[in-house]
């Protein structure tokens, strides 16, 4: 596993037990992803985008044709040499592995996959949008709540969770059908900018982590 701070990216192999930092690329970290074909091969998006295939250890930039300074990515669950990049609401599609980029043109905001890889989720601030992996709109439903942030569950590719931050109770919505239908989760607690986290070895189990401000 890794982790990026800042600067700093940090790779555990014992389960988090220790740490130790490996290379340093030459941007801060606002996003860090593993490949799931590769898993030597990692992309970290800040002010810019920069890639390593050896683990972490060297990295090389990766941005021509971005022009973004706040990315979040995503690698394509099907294709190893498809990457995505989202600045705020701004898509871009890379079809080489990073090398050329260019924008790609989707309504709503948003980057998730569901666990197959054939659909890809963003939402508007009503609507939640379900686009199939060539960008073809393939479903559109309404959120629970205005200004949902759609997370695919990567276990299941019918279940889809709606997150929303402090003072919209319940917080964290979830569908079993897509987003056709939603039903209110219990017992979380008034935190922002929440993540969700899955086990892969027990399907059951999901962790919420988030800022959880004390008065």
């Known amino acids: 596993a890794y982790c990026g701070m800042g600067n700093i990216i ?36 800040g002010a810019g985008l920069f890639g390593s295939l050896d683990g972490g250890d060297t990295w090389t930039e990766f941005s021509n044709g971005l022009g973004a300074s706040n990315l979040e990515m995503k690698l394509d669950p099907i294709n190893q040499s498809t990457i995505y990049a989202q600045n705020y609401c701004e898509l871009f599609i890379s079809t080489d592995s990073g090398n050329q980029w260019q924008a ?76 056709e239908n939603w039903q209110e989760t219990r017992g979380m607690q ?11 070895g027990n399907g059951n189990t999901v962790y919420a982590v988030g800022d959880l401000q004390i008065s």
């Open 190 to 200: 008034d935190i922002n900018d929440t993540r969700l986290f899955f086990d892969h």
């Open 10 to 45: 940090q790779k555990t192999i014992n389960n988090g037990d220790t740490w130790q930092e490996i290379g340093r690329p030459d941007t801060w970290s606002s996003s860090l992803v593993v490949s799931p074909h590769n898993q030597n091969m990692l992309f970290i998006g």
């Open 104 to 179: 790609f043109q989707l309504d709503g905001c948003g980057l998730s996959f569901d666990s197959t890889g054939k659909f890809l989720y963003r939402a508007t601030s009503s609507k939640e949008l379900r686009y199939d992996n060539g960008g073809d709109k393939k479903q559109e439903s309404d959120l629970p709540q205005e200004g949902g942030n759609l997370i695919p569950d990567p276990n299941n590719p019918d279940i889809v969770f709606a997150l929303y931050d402090r003072g919209q109770t319940p917080y964290i919505y979830r569908s079993e059908d897509g987003g």
